[in-house]
């Protein structure tokens, strides 16, 4: 089975922080994403990347950077951490498919509060 | 913009009854659909994937696929309380591009 690991289930950090989410897969897949979810807004994509050093833009990429220096790690990094990002982050993992018909597979996410 | 629509809810179906959850999409490229279900508090998981028009059937559940009317849907038989989740649509689209998710439908099963 895949296994996708976010380093933490909860995390609270204050405003202005520099904040680091780490995402561990075991699966050797190429692509790696994260999206963040909120109530009413359902999942949204924040930033993936189909191979190492290399990096896409969601659809909300505004505060946030990413890093993979590694095949099986994916980082998101939230520069100065604000109210408005406390959010479900959820990392997610798949292979590369043709037609785009690989699945991805989920970490348990972290619960990011900013105060 | 790429848009997934689905009906909020809740759906309410008594113990038994068959649940049905649509979903439209509007990118005619969309190959690949998935359907993902999320119990509160929980990340997704994947429940049913489909690729053809036409049905695809795994044991309670049933995905059904219109690419000419860009519509989706999961039906689930004999609706179990803990079917009781939101369900998410995923259409993705050509290769090398990410999965958008539909807001969810959240399902509620009554016994």
């Known amino acids: 089975d895949v296994k996708v690991t976010q380093s933490s289930r909860y995390l609270v950090k204050r405003t202005g922080e520099k904040v680091f989410l780490e995402c561990v897969q075991d699966?050797?897949?190429?692509?790696m994403f994260w999206y963040r979810q909120d109530p009413g807004l359902g999942l949204r994509l924040i930033y993936f990347?189909?191979?190492?050093?290399?990096?896409e833009k969601g659809d909300i990429p505004e505060g946030y950077s990413v890093s993979r220096e590694k095949k099986e790690r994916f980082s998101l990094i939230l520069e100065s951490a604000s109210t408005n990002q406390t959010s479900m982050y959820l990392c997610?993992?798949?292979?590369?498919?043709?037609?785009?018909?690989?699945?991805?597979?989920f970490g348990n996410g972290t619960r990011l509060t900013v105060t | 913009q790429k848009e997934v629509e689905q009906n909020s809810g809740p759906l309410s179906v008594p113990e038994g009854a068959i649940a049905s959850l649509n979903c439209t999409y509007s990118d005619r490229g969309s190959q690949s659909f998935f359907w993902y279900r999320q119990y509160s508090g929980k990340s997704p998981e994947l429940i049913m994937s489909?690729?053809?028009?036409g049905d695809k059937e795994d044991g309670r559940f049933t995905a059904q696929l219109n690419k000419a009317s860009q519509y989706v849907s999961l039906l689930i038989r004999d609706s179990q309380p803990s079917d009781s989740a939101t369900y998410l649509c995923a259409p993705s689209g050509q290769a090398g591009t990410a999965l958008i998710f539909g807001k969810g439908t959240t399902l509620s099963v009554s016994s």
């Open positions: 489909i690729y053809s028009n």
């Open positions: 990347s189909y191979d190492v050093k290399m990096k």
């Open positions: 997610a993992s798949s292979r590369p498919g043709n037609e785009g018909r690989s699945p991805l597979h």
């Open positions: 699966m050797d897949h190429e692509n």
